[in-house]
């Protein structure tokens, strides 16, 4: 059973930094995309970052040079980084795996506030 896990969110003040961690857990795998999603209140889920199993990366154009997608050595986990972080990227962050022969797969959610 495929099992998505977040963590690492929290509150940081305007202009601080978080790194938030997916971890994937299961029968090895083979990804073909891993991305990171957020959750504004009251608005729709988006795209924050995503990278293929090539390492090709994709970010929003909100968050480009500031956030940093990356993959763990274990292929398995996914990390953002997020600088210069602003009251706009407050929402639930989730994680995405998109797995070979498995289908698309959710995390929880972890919570990044950032206070102005």
């Known amino acids: 059973q495929v099992q998505v896990v977040e963590s690492g969110g929290g509150l940081v003040q305007t202009g601080g930094s978080l790194r938030v961690s997916c971890t994937v857990s299961?029968?090895?795998?083979?990804?073909?995309?891993m991305g990171w999603y957020r959750q504004a209140p009251g608005k729709q889920r988006e795209l924050v970052a995503d990278?293929?199993?090539?390492?090709?990366?994709t970010y929003a154009d909100s968050v480009k040079g500031r956030f940093t997608i990356s993959r763990g050595n274990a292929k398995n986990t996914v990390f953002l980084q997020m600088n210069s972080l602003k009251p706009e990227d407050t929402g639930v962050y989730y994680c995405?795996?998109?797995?070979?022969?498995?289908?698309?797969?959710w995390g929880q959610g972890t919570q990044v506030t950032v206070s102005s």
């Open positions: 995405n795996a998109e797995i070979v022969a498995v289908g698309s797969r």
């Open positions: 299961g029968t090895i795998f083979i990804f073909n995309k």
């Open positions: 990278i293929t199993g090539a390492g090709t990366t």
